[in-house]
């Protein structure tokens, strides 16, 4: 099966500046993350998509970053204005997950990530 | 709030020897454990799933472990090889679909 695609696979801006990032997640998987990657660091979760709903953005820091998912498929993450610590990789993932609370197997589905976009904020 | 922990942050090793990954977590309430590999560039693969059920999987020469009540994950690595050289990161998962990820541990392993 084809991966999940995320474009571009670099980026480089000036801080002010916006910047937008795109992902397709694999056919008929239902969730869809988006994870912030600072160098040295693991992956945080900026915001999770359960088909075109936003389940969590709780870390989405708001008032720069904004998000969606239209029509349950593709997504695209957006930096308005950027500062210079968003410089990171941004990582797409998704999962089969459909039945999300009802059933214990739906959280035994292994995340698929895309190689990221590698933001650089100068 | 689940905290993940990775511990050694960096382990370089000689090619053959058997290895440990070490990670730990605070929210013992974990329904699978997962480990995942990173490549210099690359977006995260996938190596291991272990269900809040399980105590361990394997695939080939990884082993990975699970002790819910102690919070804790480790992950052998048997024969290494200079293929193996990468980023692992283990990431827990919680209610409402909540996976946090470790720090990791960059691995080298010296033909």
């Known amino acids: 099966e084809a991966g999940v695609a995320q474009s571009p696979r670099y980026k480089i801006i000036e801080k002010r500046q916006s910047v937008a990032f795109w992902c397709n997640p694999i056919?008929?998987?239902?969730?869809l993350y988006w994870y912030q990657q600072i160098l040295g660091q693991g992956p945080k979760l900026l915001i999770q998509?359960?088909?075109?709903?936003?389940?969590?953005d709780s870390q989405l820091p708001k008032d720069r970053f904004s998000a969606e998912r239209l029509k349950g498929v593709d997504s695209t993450l957006k930096i308005q204005p950027a500062k210079l610590e968003d410089s990171a990789v941004y990582l797409c993932?998704?999962?089969?997950?459909?039945?999300?609370?009802?059933?214990?197997?739906?959280?035994?589905?292994?995340?698929?990530f895309g190689n990221g976009t590698r933001l650089t904020v100068t | 709030k689940q905290e993940v922990t990775q511990i050694p942050a960096a382990l370089s090793v000689p090619e053959g020897e058997n290895l440990v990954l070490n990670c730990s977590f605070t929210d013992s309430a974990i329904y699978n454990l997962q480990w995942f590999r990173q490549d210099p560039g690359k977006g995260l693969t996938s190596l291991l799933l272990?269900?809040?059920?399980?105590r361990e999987q394997t695939s080939g020469r990884l082993n990975a472990s699970l002790d819910k009540s102690s919070g804790r994950s480790t992950l052998y690595i048997a024969a290494s090889q200079p293929g193996d050289s990468a980023t692992y990161l283990c990431a827990g998962l919680n209610a409402g679909n909540m996976l946090t990820f470790g720090g990791g541990t960059r691995l080298m392993v010296k033909p």
């Open positions: 272990i269900q809040s059920s399980q």
């Open positions: 998509f359960q088909n075109n709903g936003v389940v969590d």
């Open positions: 056919s008929g998987h239902a969730t």
């Open positions: 993932a998704s999962s089969p997950d459909r039945a999300f609370f009802s059933s214990v197997s739906s959280y035994n589905s292994p995340l698929h």
